[in-house]
């Protein structure tokens, strides 16, 4: 496959990132469809960071769906997964971790599990992933599923988005893949205090939803708008109700 002609097939295999995924030895039966979406949907939009586009390469993303699905894997789409709930499309998924900046070392939060594609894809750039799951069945499912596949850098548990993971603070990237009419305040607490970054949906007036990072300086906070979304709530744990989603 190629991502970014000579020069950037040379820096992927320089920075060992071209590599095959853990779970596809050296065969997989997507690889002209995954090819199809990084031309297409990433590289031909405005995914550029050549570490992020080989992270798409890189992870099965038909593995991380119901097999009855895994044709439309690479559809710039989302999917359904257990739980009510779905897969981001590619794109957002791209996207959100492109405006992250992550390097290798960094240590990234990712609130709403899901499947596990996203914390896969951030697996590919740093060996230090953190993901937390409102739904039990989802972070199991995700946990066991990352384990199989190969990414033992990450860590899932379940429990409430809201309040992070504290006692792994503080984080370099915290991505969060459901809409809230505020940030926490405790994600931005967690927040590494020179630089920082949290990027997540934020309800606005009307209904709107648009796409924000916000970096941390010290006790000061910059906030950019990145495009409109649409993504489901973020929700707090409650016993009548057991659903946490993305949706973009």
């Given amino acids: 496959m190629i991502i970014a002609g000579a020069a950037g097939v040379i820096l992927l295999l320089a920075t060992g990132l071209w590599v095959a995924s853990p779970a596809l030895g050296n065969t997989d039966p997507y690889e002209a469809t995954r090819q199809r979406m990084m031309e297409h949907d990433l590289r031909g939009r405005d995914i550029t960071d050549l570490r992020v586009l ?97 990414y033992s850098q990450v860590q899932v548990r379940s429990g409430d988005g809201y309040q992070g993971w504290p006692e792994q603070a503080p984080f370099d990237a915290i991505l969060v893949t459901a809409a809230a009419p505020e940030i926490p305040a405790a994600l931005k607490a967690q927040l590494r205090e020179g630089g920082g970054r949290l990027i997540m949906p934020l309800k606005t007036f009307g209904g709107f939803q648009t796409l924000i990072r916000l970096t941390r300086h010290g006790n000061r906070f910059i906030t950019e708008d990145i495009c409109p979304v649409r993504f489901v709530p973020l929700v707090k744990p409650d016993p009548k109700r057991s659903k946490i989603g993305e949706r973009p």
């Fill in 54 to 150: 080989a992270a798409m390469a890189r992870v099965p993303r038909h593995l991380f769906v119901d097999p009855s699905l895994a044709p439309l894997a690479y559809g710039d789409f989302p999917l359904p997964i257990a739980g009510g709930q779905t897969i981001s499309q590619p794109y957002i998924v791209a996207l959100m971790t492109q405006w992250a900046e992550i390097q290798p070392g960094h240590k990234v939060l990712e609130v709403g599990t899901g499947s596990g594609y996203q914390a896969a894809v951030l697996a590919c750039l740093t060996d230090r992933v953190y993901s937390i799951e409102l739904i039990p069945e989802l972070a199991q499912g995700a946990a066991a599923r990352l384990a199989k596949l190969g």
